[in-house]
């Protein structure tokens, strides 16, 4: 470790810390827009400017510069301040201040930095530059030249993490823009977090935007389900809706990015839905049948750890003959975090299914009744005598229909391709009609037909799985990684858990 003093007192920092980040380490904040730590350094927006014991007399970026031993850093004298007061008059001299439209409003750096660091009236008297607005840069993403900073961490973005260099700075002076190559969309699937990084208003998701004020909503934690790779994701949600996904960090999943297609996934949990469901009726038809020869169950990779457990139990206690095994079809994956498996947790169901001692099967033959839990990817080639479902959205309507909750909703855990063991939370505050967990819809058709003992909790059927030393409220935030299941390959660039195979 490298001792540097910020401000007078003495930090332990690490010697590839710039005084940014060492800094930082004792809670003092050292204002920036360009920088970003998974990012080159562009030195683009000058407000990190400290004084140093290196460079006596003259201001240094605080971005750019790294900590070395014995250095001595000043974070606010008069000159460190005279210059963000400057920057900040600086970068608002063509700024349209036009907050009170602007997506970005409450989760501004120039509105938070305005407030702290400069807080004066403009001195401008001439006219403001006019630049583009509204400029669709691709299917997410939407651009307002005005309210750009130039800090050019998009451009970076696309270069260095994404490798799509589909953004570049273009003109010359104040009259400097982003723009789209000619003729050409920024259409990465990696294209929205561009937008998370913009520091300012001026990349917006064209899905969010004019949605919701960022205060309205609540921010809980929850992985995407948009395919095996599991990113750690924020939901955003007010009254039964998600209004949008963002990133979580989590080093060994996502890092701090996602895809654009994850971000779109809760759209399957507002709209579309199963809403009501007649339990009397599922439970009078399977009646009968109960413990009779000819009962499936099918489920499908888009359940929960849970869900998947509690469907076997439910076929061992109802007799079930054969289970099926029901998933949504592969799609495009890269070697970054995009899989083609575009189910949240086949690893999962198949875990559940050796500790229930089942074998699945992939298409659904042979059986004269059906439970479904969960109907992705199911396809009846002749209608059955019995069938009942158990769903999140329409589409796949059984005589019985019994409205399943979004992963989104409820409390569980998944299991990503390489074997993480996630926790989901529910992460939306009112509830959709009657739906309900498809553990829950489980237990409470056994209880009907007089068959007691099916789990009634997501940790009770989380139980089921037989991993040993590990219970459902005990797996941290990051997940927990199931050593047995890790694969002997790698998408090449994508991140793993420290000390797996390179
Ligand atoms: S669009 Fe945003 S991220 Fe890109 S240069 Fe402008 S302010 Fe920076
Ligand atoms: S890579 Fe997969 S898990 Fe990650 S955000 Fe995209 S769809 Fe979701
Ligand atoms: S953060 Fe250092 S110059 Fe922008």
Redesign the pocket.
Known sequence: MTKVFVDGREVEADPRDNLIEAARRIGVAIPY??YHPRLSIAG?CRMCLVETSDAPGRLVPGCQVRVKEGMKVVTSSPAVRDNQRGCMEFHLINHPVDCAICDQSGECKLQDYYMEFDHQPSRIRTSKLNKPKREIFGPLVV???E?????????R?MDEIAQEPQ?A?VDRGSHSL?STFPGQPLDSKYSGN?VD????G??LNRDFRFQSRVWFVEKSPAVCTGCANGCNVYLESRGNLIYRLLPRRNEEVNQVWMCDEGRLTHHETNEKRVEQGDLARAIELLRPIAGKPGIGISLSAQCTNEEAAAAFDFGARIGAEKYFFTARLDGDGDDFLIRQDKNPNRRGVELAARAAGVTLHDSVEGIKALVAFRTDGLLLEKPLEVFIAIAQNQGIEGQVTLPCQSVYEQDGSVINYYGRLQRTWPGVPAERGESAPAWSWAERILAGLGIAGAPRSAAAAFDLLGLPGLKLEAIPEEGVVLEQLLPAQWPKRAPRPAGAAR
């Open positions: 827009f360009c683009q651009y307002d030249a309210r750009c900073i130039m800090c050019t961490r998009c451009v973005f953004l700075v982003i561009t990084i913009c520091p300012v001026a990349l």
